[in-house]
């Protein structure tokens, strides 16, 4: 049979605020244990929430950025459960009425078409505390400086057909928080995370299958690889004559394996009335056309203008918005160059520097190639100074730290280009000479020779010769 795989995916992106959602306690990562959890992040007796009005705003601007409904009154909720690391016994969160309702982002498929994701809600809520396991023998610490962090939940529709949708879905809300500055965007920490639901059907079947949730994966290679595991496991079950049970389920990278951790809860169970210590949040007027005003060029605008303005391609335009630090050291070097060859500094941006940080496990912002050193590569090759081979040298000097621009180092390791054409062609005539029966078997019509020819030529200047110079006198001169 056939099996169709349906995916939503429910992403939790913590706000960059300074202060938590409901308190003036502190939100500092790597804190020491239990010392930013206030009065009000734990519930103590006789406190009030005061809801943070920062991270409204944030969430109002993500709904904006995906075109999304937006409610001019929402209510805080309060859902009630029991966990270790949840000291009120309950989290306030908004269930019937959010602040960010429908509205909808667009992700590009492998063929390069674009295909619209469904965004059911973006709700806020506080974060809960973690509970730790790795430093107690048979013991769990609970860290509550966590509790009462504001999150913005976003939640899908199940309109994703494969790991590969989902993983791109994730990246594209990612590389949308951090554009728009509400959210780090830092996995590693916990601040973006997402649960999946995962179910399969046969194909053609409208009715959902059963699903299971994937809870807290915090990296992209993760969700791919939990979610082909989890679809495996389901098809697996049903072909062998199970059912699949709607359940909670652990991913185990190590283990390269989901397993049960708890039956799937449904809203009901947690009980959800309104907090009564919180107003309904009605927005003031005028906020959102303030907000709109504000947001900065989003992913998809920038990757149009780049198409557009710059005439690069749809895949290098993508790769170079997919994060806004990276745009903006692109944009950086093409101003450093006057705006000339867009499509050069895009080559360099996306396959020297990005491979050689990606190598080094950096981010753009710790590149040891600042933006103007890059454009002052790039003019060097633009004007003929050096080639693109001896410019990845160049580069290479400069990441070291050699010097501290590309002049410098052209200078003192004697790199220039040799462009006189009188001693290209003495370089040339001592290859022909050398190399005779070459010289026949190209006029016989073995053309592919010429880059053999070409070849000793560069090896003869050390790399030095101008490559087109070296193409278009060997071609005159073989014709001879």
């Excluded at 244990?33 to 929430?49: I, R």
Aim: proline share 4%.
């Amino acid at each position: 049979m056939d099996w169709e795989v349906v995916i939503g995916l429910e992403i939790h992106a913590q706000l960059a605020t300074k202060t938590k959602i409901f308190s003036g306690a502190a939100t500092n990562y790597g804190a020491a244990p239990n010392t930013q959890a206030c009065a009000v992040d734990l519930g103590l007796p006789g406190v009030l929430p005061v809801l943070n009005k920062e991270a409204v705003r944030m969430a109002l601007k993500f709904g904006l950025a995906v075109d999304a409904e937006i409610a001019d009154r929402s209510v805080f909720a309060r859902k009630n459960y029991f966990y270790p690391d949840l000291p009120k016994g309950y989290q306030i969160s908004q269930y019937e009425l959010p602040v960010v309702g429908q509205g909808k982002i667009s992700i590009e498929l492998d063929d390069g078409s674009e295909k619209v994701i469904g965004i059911t809600r973006a709700h806020l809520e506080e974060d809960a505390g973690k509970s730790l396991h790795e430093d107690f023998d048979g013991q769990t610490g609970i860290d509550l400086n966590r509790a009462g962090t504001p999150l913005l939940e976003i939640v899908s529709e199940p309109d994703m057909r494969s790991a590969k949708e989902a993983v791109a879905y994730m990246k594209k809300i990612h590389s949308l928080v951090r554009y728009l500055e509400i959210c780090d965007g830092n996995m590693q920490e916990g601040s973006f995370r997402c649960d999946a639901n995962v179910s399969v059907r046969p194909k053609g079947q409208e009715k959902f299958g059963t699903r299971a949730e994937l809870k807290n994966i915090n990296s992209f290679r993760n969700v791919e690889r939990a979610i082909n595991i989890e679809v495996e496991r389901q098809i697996d079950v049903i072909e062998s004559g199970g059912e699949v049970i709607q359940e909670t389920r652990l991913f185990d990278a190590d283990k390269n394996e989901t397993r049960s951790m708890r039956s799937k809860e449904e809203a009901n169970d947690y009980r959800y009335f309104p907090d009564p210590d919180l107003l309904p949040l009605v927005l003031e007027p005028g906020l959102l056309e303030t907000l709109r005003s504000s947001l900065p060029e989003l992913p998809n605008e920038k990757r149009d203008r780049f198409i557009q303005a710059l005439g690069l391609s749809l895949y290098d335009a993508s790769v170079l918005t997919s994060s806004r630090e990276l745009a903006d050291y692109y944009e950086s070097v093409l101003a450093e160059t006057g705006g000339k060859a867009p499509k050069i500094c895009a080559n360099w941006v996306i396959v020297e520097l990005s491979g050689a940080l990606n190598k080094a496990g950096l981010d753009i912002e710790d590149s040891p190639v600042s933006a103007k050193q890059l454009a002052g590569i790039i003019e060097r090759i633009e004007d003929n100074t050096i080639s693109g081979k001896i410019a990845k040298s160049v580069f290479e000097a400069l990441w070291q730290g050699e010097a501290t621009d590309a002049d410098a180092i052209i200078e003192a390791k004697g790199l220039k280009q040799v462009t006189d054409i009188g001693a290209i062609e003495a370089m040339i005539d001592d290859v022909i000479a050398a190399n005779p029966q070459q010289v026949v078997q190209y006029r016989e019509g073995k053309e592919q020779l010429l880059g053999y020819f070409v070849g000793q030529v560069m090896q003869a200047s050390k790399g030095k010769a101008n490559p087109g110079q070296v193409n278009a006198i060997l071609k005159q001169k073989l014709a001879e």
